[in-house]
């Protein structure tokens, strides 16, 4: 009897590990079928340009394609709650940027809470560029704000959209120097972009990718950076806080999953994600248009996440920005 006991003991203990067991083998073939990225805006802005190029070197890496999927809508807010709402078995992604921490305060009421609901696998951090058409006065930022200042709100300031990285940058400047411009909201960066060039919209806080060629090739004319340093991309352009002290906006791509996705796959990715991220082909690319790697763990990025929640929405209370 205590020999069919002991057998039967080792069995229930061999029955209760193999779900455990499963897990882990499951995190390390994941992923084992095509993986959907859920872009929060249209094609050609800063987030899905960072997006498409970490997707590609992962597809290459993994084995696996890494479907980019554009879902615009409500500065991002569609496409998180579609990840929140999809299953969480590591095969749908939220690919969106500083926006995320800008949305808590802006909207009164969301289906989701990002710093809870989503968990980050990678992220990439990069500055901002404050840009002119070349036809605009002022060739400084010094001369930009003396010339707002003696023309309150004549100054169009382009940006993706209310509540988008490229718009609290503006207000935020508007604020510390004292000075009035006129909001021009677009349905992302790439259309901003376009009329930023062919002088619709007087200047914008734009994301370096989609801006740095246009600033060589002469067709834009960049003031200062967000940052608070100059980016290596544009080394000749002062950052805003030379001139207005206090002064530091950078903005942020990143991809997350749901929560409660395994901790094993979580984990895969974040690894993934940062080995791409520092590969010699993509980091030199990144770098190239001011994006720097921010490697950390998923549980500091979502510290890094709520720290910035918290200090962009004393920027939208203070300017009282609301939604569309």
Request: with cysteine; charged share 20%.
């Amino acid at each position: 009897m205590k020999l069919v006991r002991r057998n039967f003991l080792h069995l229930a203990a061999g029955a209760a590990a193999l779900p455990a067991v499963s897990r882990i083998a499951r995190a390390q073939a994941y992923p084992t079928r095509p993986v959907r990225v859920i872009v929060g805006y249209p094609p050609g802005g800063g987030t899905d340009i960072f997006v498409r190029l970490v997707c590609q070197a992962l597809s290459e890496r993994l084995g696996q394609s890494f479907i980019v999927e554009n879902r615009a809508g409500a500065s991002s807010n569609l496409a998180t709650e579609g990840v929140v709402r999809a299953p969480a078995d590591g095969y749908t992604l939220i690919a969106t940027d500083g926006a995320a921490a800008i949305n808590a305060t802006l909207y009164d009421r969301l289906n989701f809470n990002f710093v809870r609901d989503i968990v980050l696998v990678g992220m990439s951090r990069a500055p901002l560029v404050m840009v002119v058409h070349p036809s605009f006065p002022a060739k400084t930022l010094v001369e930009f704000i003396s010339y707002a200042k003696a023309n309150p709100g004549k100054i169009t300031m382009g940006s993706a959209g209310i509540g988008n990285p490229t718009h609290i940058a503006g207000e935020m400047l508007k604020l510390m120097a004292g000075i009035d411009m006129i909001h021009v909201p677009y349905r992302g960066g790439g259309p901003l972009t376009n009329d930023l060039v062919g002088g619709q919209v007087d200047v914008a806080f734009n994301g370096l990718q989609q801006t740095v060629e246009y600033i060589r090739a002469g067709r834009l004319r960049a003031l200062a950076v967000t940052g608070i340093k100059r980016s290596p991309a544009l080394s000749e352009v002062p950052a805003i806080h030379d001139f207005v002290p206090g002064y530091e906006l950078s903005n942020w791509y990143t991809l997350g999953l749901r929560k409660d996705t395994p901790v094993a796959m979580i984990d895969k990715l974040n690894r993934e994600i940062n080995a791409v991220l520092v590969e010699a082909k993509l980091s030199a690319r990144l770098v190239d248009t001011g994006v720097e790697p921010f490697l950390e763990s998923s549980a500091n990025l979502g510290k890094f996440v709520a720290v910035e929640t918290e200090k962009l929405g004393k920027v939208i209370r203070a300017a009282n920005i609301k939604p569309e």
